[in-house]
C-alpha cells in the first residue's frame, strides 16, 4: 500500500535554516542543518535499502512557489499569493509502498524525531494514502 508522508513549513522556517531567526522561530547554525540532512539521509538510504521508497524530495522555500488558475480562455493566470508567507506549506515528502498504516506510521515518527533546535517548531508528520489506499487501519 502506497503513502505520502508529507512535512510542512513555511518561509519563517527556511529563513531560520539559513540563519535568520524571527520570534518562535530560531536561527539554525551550520551544525543543525548538518544533523537535519544527516537524520533525513540516513532515513531515505534505509527506505530505499528495504525496498519501501519510492519517491521523496524536500522542497525549496516557500517564497519562489507560485499560485495558478486559468483565465477564461484557458490561459495560466499566476500569482504570487501570500501563502508561501504566512501559512504552512509542503516542505517535502516521501511515497513509500509499505504492508499497512502502521507501518507508515512508524516511518513518519522517524521523520518527525527529526533534530531541530530548541524553540524552533516541529510540525506533524502528514501521512495521506495515495490511489485506493483507504488507510483506516489506524
Known amino acids: 500500500m502506497k503513502y505520502m508522508l508529507m512535512v510542512l513549513g513555511n518561509q519563517a522556517d527556511y529563513d531560520a535554516m539559513a540563519g535568520k531567526g524571527s520570534p518562535g522561530n530560531p536561527a539554525w547554525s551550520e551544525a543543525d542543518v548538518k544533523a537535519m540532512f544527516d537524520h533525513m539521509n540516513a532515513l531515505n538510504d534505509d527506505l530505499a535499502e528495504s525496498g519501501e521508497w519510492v ?4 522542497l525549496a522555500e516557500p517564497r ?3 499560485l495558478v488558475t486559468a483565465g477564461a480562455d484557458g490561459s495560466p493566470i499566476v ?9 504552512e506549506v509542503l516542505a517535502g515528502y516521501w511515497i513509500v509502498d509499505v504492508t499497512d498504516f502502521a507501518r507508515a506510521a512508524e516511518i513518519a515518527a522517524r521523520a518527525y524525531a527529526c533534530p531541530v533546535p530548541e524553540g524552533a517548531p516541529n510540525y506533524p508528520v502528514v501521512v495521506h494514502p495515495v490511489g485506493e489506499g483507504v488507510g483506516t487501519e489506524m
Open 64 to 66: 519562489g512557489a507560485r
Open 79 to 87: 500569482s504570487h499569493g501570500p501563502y508561501g508567507e504566512t501559512k
Open 55 to 58: 519517491d521523496g524530495q524536500g
